[in-house]
């Protein structure tokens, strides 16, 4: 099965820096890595995907990259904000009827003033 | 509006007790399901249903029985609950779209389970 692997754990950055959040996946059949936002005692939400057709993509200050021949892929979020602060989660899936994400292991964000 | 939503969102209870949780989505999604968030945040899927038939069974423990009685609703319902189910549950729902094949799985709030 898929198993993904998501770093850093925990990162602390200034406000106004970049924070970047690395993740590698296993199963080459994957072809979708969307990347969610969980707030405190909330559930996770969408924030940007990818799917591997793609190399990139950009909406605001979020980015994703995608290297389907390294299996990793990356959000970049740039010019951070203290609202910014919150949980990422990193996830693989596939396309098809049976379709599942399995997510990483998570890293928190903390952006401090 | 809400998109998905999950009752009750904190259930405290006995070990050996039966409970359910109950989750709707009114987003015309046919495929739901239900993940599994332990202490560490690790977020882990339980059950996927599309079109009320079960799609995915990750290694749950006989205990756990989910029922989706129309595409709406997805419950969850957990017999003699032990220690370690206590866990945060998510429910959450997607489309799959045709020419891509993977839609966005939205998630609900959450229920905090803790057994005691």
């Known amino acids: 099965g898929e198993n993904v692997e998501q770093h850093p754990s925990t990162l602390s950055v200034q406000e106004g820096d970049s924070a970047v959040i690395k993740c590698t996946y296993s199963d080459s059949a994957s072809n979708y890595f969307p990347w969610y936002k969980q707030e405190l005692g909330k559930g996770p939400q969408l924030i940007i995907d990818?799917?591997?057709?793609?190399g990139e993509k950009k909406d605001q200050r979020i980015a994703v990259t995608l290297n389907k021949t390294a299996k990793h892929f990356s959000l970049h979020i740039t010019e951070t904000q203290p609202e910014d602060s919150a949980v990422y989660f990193c996830a693989a899936g596939y396309t098809g009827t049976a379709s599942k994400l399995t997510f990483g292991t998570g890293t928190r964000l903390q952006v401090t003033l | 509006d809400t998109a998905v939503s999950q009752t009750p969102k904190y259930l405290v209870t006995q070990m050996g007790n039966d409970k359910s949780i109950k989750c709707e989505q009114n987003?015309?999604?046919?495929?739901m399901y239900w993940y599994k968030q332990d202490s560490k945040k690790f977020l882990k899927i339980m059950f996927s249903y599309n079109n009320k038939e079960l799609i995915i069974n990750e290694t749950v423990p006989n205990r756990f029985s989910p029922k989706s009685p129309d595409k709406a609703h997805l419950n969850l319902h957990i017999n003699s609950l032990e220690l370690g189910d206590s866990a945060v549950y998510f429910c959450?729902?997607?489309?799959?779209?045709?020419?891509?094949?993977?839609?966005?799985?939205?998630f609900g709030p959450g229920t905090r389970l803790t057994v005691l």
């Open positions: 990818i799917r591997s057709n793609v």
């Open positions: 959450a729902s997607s489309q799959e779209r045709q020419r891509e094949g993977y839609g966005e799985q939205f």
């Open positions: 987003l015309g999604h046919d495929t």
